[in-house]
C-alpha cells in the first residue's frame, strides 16, 4: 500500500522520482524501492516524503484515505503560523480522520476547530482511560 500511495502522490505532485529523491536527499533508487515494495522508508524518510508531497504520512501508510493539508484544507501559511501547538494538534486530528464528526467539510474550518476542539477534548479522555 505504502508504495502505491507514494507512487499516486508523486504522479499528482508533477514530479519524478528523481526530483523527489533530490527534495528529500536520497536517490532515484531508494524512491523507486519504496514505490515497488523492495523497502520501506523510515519513520524519519516517511516524514520527509510526505512534507515533499505535501500530504500526511496517514495517507502513505493507508491510515486515512485523506490526502488533506493545511493548505488544501483552505488554512493559509499565515493562519497556520498563528495556530498554538495545541491547535495544530487538534487541526492534524481532524485533517486524519476524514470527517469522523463532520458528514462534510465544514466551509470555514477555523471555525470547525474552535467546535471540534470539545469533541476532541472527550476524544483525548477516552484514549486515556484506555491506557
Excluded at 11 to 35: F, P, R
Excluded at 60 to 67: A, F, I, K, M
Excluded at 105 to 121: C, G, H, M, R, T
Amino acid at each position: 500500500m505504502l508504495g502505491d500511495r507514494l507512487k499516486k502522490a508523486r504522479k499528482d505532485s508533477n514530479l519524478t522520482q528523481e526530483l523527489l529523491a533530490q527534495k528529500v536527499s536520497t536517490t532515484k533508487g531508494t524512491i523507486s524501492n519504496y514505490e515497488n515494495g523492495h523497502s520501506t522508508p523510515s519513520n524519519e524518510m516517511l516524514v520527509l516524503l510526505a512534507n515533499a508531497l505535501d500530504t500526511t504520512t496517514d495517507y502513505l501508510l493507508g491510515r486515512s484515505n485523506s490526502t488533506s493539508t493545511y493548505r488544501e484544507a483552505g488554512i493559509s501559511d499565515t493562519a497556520v503560523s498563528h495556530l498554538t501547538a495545541y491547535q495544530k494538534e487538534v487541526m492534524d486530528f481532524i485533517l486524519s480522520r476524514e470527517n469522523l464528526f463532520f458528514k462534510n467539510k465544514p466551509e470555514d474550518i477555523l471555525e470547525a476547530l474552535e467546535q471540534f476542539e470539545v469533541y476532541y477534548e472527550v476524544y483525548k479522555k477516552q484514549q486515556e482511560k484506555k491506557k
